[in-house]
């Protein structure tokens, strides 16, 4: 069956911009999360949406990060007035509750 | 919280097995999951082992898990060259996010 899609897959922004990435997990996942994968940090968490609870943000590294998750299917990571170190790819994974975790492909971002 | 820690790099031989070791600190970590990343390319689930279990057989992967040490490893038996990626260790108590070790490099020679 169809995996987690993200789109776009590569991005480049001048800094100061705001972005959007979108995720779409796997049918019928209630478990959504995005993560960053950069040089210097490794891949580290942001934000985590479990069925109709409120997301855990504690990942978020600033307030310019916010994620919103509609009808509990389609994700947006939304990142506001980018910086150059906002540079890395942004996966997200879904999952059943309790259950392994499936990544899509990844957005790269790249500020200039 | 949660740290886990890998060895960044190991190069064998094809047709050797490669074991990629992993060690993590909290001991409420139940789900141990071990990923690939190719060049370019998302993380590709490999296998994963829940802390009641020892050991998982998958076709020519071997997951060891050392409850007691906080020790995890993977073996791939017969490694080819198409086994060459970043092989990432990562911890979860089951509905939390993942965390991740810094990956391994795994590079096989022809």
């Known amino acids: 069956g169809a995996g987690v899609s993200q789109s776009p897959s590569n991005k480049v922004t001048e800094k100061g911009k705001d972005v959007e990435l979108r995720c779409d997990p796997i049918?019928?996942?209630?478990?959504l999360y995005w993560y960053r994968q950069s040089l210097g940090q490794g891949l580290e968490f942001l934000i985590y949406?479990?069925?109709?609870?409120?997301?855990?943000k504690s990942g978020l590294p600033s307030d310019r990060f916010s994620a919103e998750r509609t009808g509990g299917s389609v994700s947006t990571l939304t990142i506001q007035r980018t910086q150059q170190e906002d540079s890395a790819v942004y996966l997200c994974?879904?999952?059943?509750?309790?259950?392994?975790?499936?990544f899509g492909p990844g957005t790269r971002l790249t500020v200039t | 919280g949660e740290d886990v820690e890998q060895s960044l790099f190991l190069s064998v031989r094809e047709g050797d097995s490669s074991v990629i070791n992993c060690t993590y600190t909290?001991?409420?970590?139940?789900?141990l999951y071990w990923y690939k990343q190719e060049p370019g390319a998302g993380l590709q689930l490999l296998t994963y082992?829940?802390?009641?279990?020892d050991m998982k057989q998958d076709q020519r992967l071997t997951v060891l898990l050392n409850k007691k040490d906080k020790h995890l490893s993977l073996r791939i038996a017969d490694t080819q060259t198409g086994d060459s990626a970043i092989y990432f260790c990562?911890?979860?108590?089951?509905?939390?996010?993942?965390?991740f070790g810094k990956g391994t490099r795994l590079s096989v020679i022809a």
């Open positions: 994974a879904s999952s059943l509750l309790g259950s392994e975790q499936y």
């Open positions: 049918s019928g996942h209630t478990a």
């Open positions: 949406f479990q069925g109709n609870s409120a997301p855990d």
């Open positions: 909290d001991s409420s970590s139940t789900y």
């Open positions: 082992i829940f802390s009641n279990m």
């Open positions: 990562a911890a979860s108590e089951g509905n939390t996010p993942l965390v």
